[in-house]
């Protein structure tokens, strides 16, 4: 049965607004039945036994609908939906990356998977596109998982967070660690943040190299994340813990220590390596599993594009997407962030460029009649 708005609304939305046309949801949703079928919609409701609704669930369904409208058609899109059945993130990857370099473009040309002689050695980017008179310019997606360093921070992060959450209500407690800490220095802290709430006014300390602790400073639930107390330590991984009763928040504690991925060498040069050396060259990293790491990878990426390295890659394109919620609707963010290779030995043709440039955006709104 075709899917209707009303239906989605009923069914799918649980009262949330998408900042997408009802008409372009419905296309989204009936595409994604069409070509990956009624079961694997369904797997977003979260299995036996299970109801999910809501814009986390309605979202990725429409915008993976939306995206095969735009590469439909295309050679090797076969693979690539098997693929996306048994949900392979890479896949799920592939796919984002291919609609940003087609979408609304009805003269280029997209082929998944064709086969390319590398060297000595046959290889197949993920896949490949062109408009009339250009030469093919060749992708190679990948989607790196968060880092064992960004998990180990988490799992320390969690366990001060628990153990100083027995403050009393009231209470806020703000910790930038300024180092990995161990045991001891877990039981130092607790010692210290105790001592400094029970003045019950704000009060904000250094402790040595261990951290930096403010209390009492803000209103419990009123949470800022990013702030490191002037010390420009890059990106910041963070975990909050709170109590609410009767819709009132009583105490908060957030814990946040810097972390820094330092894996995009590594994916630069094996992605690379799948790339032919006569035609361009595009490296794309999605980072949705890994967004701490967007900004400081742009660096690292920028530093190894140098005159004898990588010179088969053109552009390196970073991607990162999310649910957020605005004022009145819902929408799917897209963060696109281009680096061209100044030392390739051929560059990512202008309209590739412009294309990759411009798909970033705040809600498909409009995307493209189908090819």
């Not at 046959?122 to 490949?128: E, M, Q, T, V, W």
């Not at 093919?136 to 960004?150: G, I, K, Q, Y």
Request: hydrophobic share 45%; glycine share 8%.
């Amino acid at each position: 049965m075709a899917f209707e708005m009303d239906r989605i609304a009923r069914e799918w939305l649980g009262g949330s607004r998408l900042a997408i046309a009802p008409s372009e949801v419905v296309a989204g949703f009936n595409k994604a039945e069409e070509l990956l079928g009624a079961e694997w919609i369904q797997a977003y409701k979260g299995g036996a036994g299970q109801d999910l609704a809501g814009a986390g669930v309605a979202l990725p369904i429409a915008v993976a609908g939306l995206q095969l409208r735009s590469v439909q058609g295309a050679p090797g899109l076969n693979e690539v939906l098997s693929r996306l059945k048994a949900r392979d993130r890479a896949a799920r990857s592939e796919l984002a990356a291919a609609s940003y370099c087609v979408e609304g473009q009805a003269d280029v040309r997209l082929e998944f998977g064709a086969h390319v002689r590398v060297g000595a050695r046959n290889r197949r980017p993920d896949f490949r596109v062109a408009v009339p008179g250009d030469a093919w310019t060749h992708v190679e997606v990948t989607a790196p998982d968060r880092s064992e360093a960004n998990r180990r921070a988490e799992r320390m992060i969690s366990a001060i967070a628990d153990k100083l959450f027995v403050q009393q209500n009231g209470s806020t407690i703000e910790v930038l660690l300024l180092r990995e800490i161990s045991g001891d220095d877990e039981d130092r802290l607790a010692h210290e943040v105790t001592r400094m709430a029970a003045f019950e006014q704000r009060r904000l300390e250094e402790l040595g190299d261990l951290a930096v602790v403010e209390v009492n400073a803000g209103t419990p639930g009123q949470i800022e994340a990013g702030r490191d107390f002037g010390r420009e330590l890059g990106p910041l991984l963070a975990i909050a813990r709170g109590l609410v009763t009767r819709n009132l928040a009583q105490k908060h504690i957030i814990v946040k220590t810097p972390v820094t991925d330092r894996r995009a060498a590594d994916f630069l040069t094996s992605e690379a390596k799948q790339l032919p050396t006569g035609e361009p060259g595009l490296v794309v990293l999605d980072m949705a599993a890994a967004p701490d790491s967007f900004d400081n990878w742009e660096t690292i990426l920028r530093g190894r594009l140098q005159p004898s390295m990588h010179t088969r890659v053109s552009a390196v394109l970073l991607i990162r997407s999310s649910v957020q919620a605005g004022a009145e609707h819902v929408h799917w963010i897209v963060s696109n962030r281009l680096i061209e290779n100044p030392n390739g030995a051929l560059p990512l043709p202008r309209w590739l460029a412009g294309q990759l440039e411009s798909s970033q955006r705040s809600a498909y709104s409009s995307l493209p009649a189908a090819r």
